[in-house]
């Protein structure tokens, strides 16, 4: 493994850590998905997840805003953890569901669907969390939004509805509506595996004038040349665990893990 | 019935029988609207606890909507009035209130609600499974509460696909109310019977009650069309 190795065998919480996930299991039934996955993300840090279909990747990225509460382990935004306590049957459960309400408001999250709310228009889609979680006034909202969607290049579509635009617009739509709550991280699961090819590149070049300001994110992505080009930091998963991980160049220009070989061979 | 129809029994005052219908006709309106209402709000209630509730929860809706849909309508409502006007009536006696008496609007009201609830139950808990299950998943990612989730996500994002059904509902709401002039209740039904057999003209007023029915199902089947067009405005937005 590489001597990027804060992220590594993190018994140490990192207080500095925008994200600081420790030896995080996730079993469904029997079958254990995660492995004992320990990863951090430092403000700034664009975090690359590959790996390949199966992998966990996506159950990770949900475990992090606990969509999927984990079977075991300890996830911590912005230096707190959250409040988890042990069932009677040894798993997971959330102890404090205010706190994960409040830290999850400050994480984005755009999915691989889009899944935006199809009975608002793009800009009450934007303004919704703000004024219906933060309790942002409507003006400032709509401002605000009006702002991040002239950004991702919709600011004429602010009365549109979702149904209206194109997968790559729904998607910018999604991106605005994270970036609308102001987001101490973004999380992004696969967001251009819906698109149809000629629509990945416009949603791309906005995650990556993102990446560029330096805000932080942790992105499952199958773009090989997109990871390495815009990420500070690549983690390979395989099998639920993290076979390999460190800066896009080593990842991608001298992999170690056979498997890692093979898994970007077969994609790029 | 006499050689021609006689339209001044319709007239609005005694002893026209006119004013009488249309207080019936308010009052089939009145019980419709309320146990409607009723209905949405247990069927919200029944849907989540059928979707999201414990076993418990969950075996408790169930037992219930298949009661309401095996037992015909109007033994329910006959079993509803009669069970629960007694229950209703001893309860208050035994917290002291001497001589208690349910209101008759409340009471039809509450029995229509019942039955209506069952059904709604099933209407609701389709609609709510039609949403995809991402748009729920990113309100919460959002760090909506539940509660949030459910009024400003799940219940406008099912509507559409709930508003066919629960239109019929509401058919079958209107003509319900009919169903309480057996237990006794003046709503237009009852109210047409006792002006066709007091005058002997029966073809006259079961007529006109038909007309009152039909003038309330075609201006309702109007407001629902427009609700429908305003709850569907995002989907039917062309691409
Ligand atoms: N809710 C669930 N219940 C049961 N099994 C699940 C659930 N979610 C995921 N899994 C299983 O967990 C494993 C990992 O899934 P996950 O979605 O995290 O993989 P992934 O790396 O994101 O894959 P992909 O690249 O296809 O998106 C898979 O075998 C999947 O079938
Ligand atoms: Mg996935």
Redesign the pocket.
Known sequence: MAEFGDCADGDQMDDQAAIHVEDLHKR??S?E??KGVSLTARPGDVVAVI????????????CINLL?TPTSGRISIQGEAYDLRTTRSGDLEIADRQQVQRIRAHLGMVF?SFNLWPHRTVLGNVTEVPVHVLGVSREEADARAKAVLERVGLGDKLDAWPAQLSGGQQQRAAIARVLAVEPLAMLF??PT?ALDPELVGEVLSVIRALAEEKRTMIL?T?EMAFARDVATHVVY?KD?RIEEQGPPEQIFGAPSSPHLQQFISSVT | MTEGIDFSLLALDAPGWGGALLTGFLRSVELAVGGYALGIVIGIIGAIAKLYGGRVTRDLAEIYTIIIRAVPELVLMLLFYYVGTDLANRAMQAMGYAGFDVNGLTAGILVIGLVQGGYATEVLRGAIRAVPRGQIEAAHAFGMSPAKVLTRVTLPAMTPHAIPGMANLWMIATKDTALLAVIGFSELTLVTRQAASATREYFLFFISAGVLYLILTLVSNYGLRRFEKHARRGMDAAR
């Open positions: 469904f039934g079958m998905v995660l790996g390949g279909s199966g992998s966990g990747k996506s159950t990770m990225l949900r999927e691989q699961d696969e595996s499952v199958h998963l639920g």
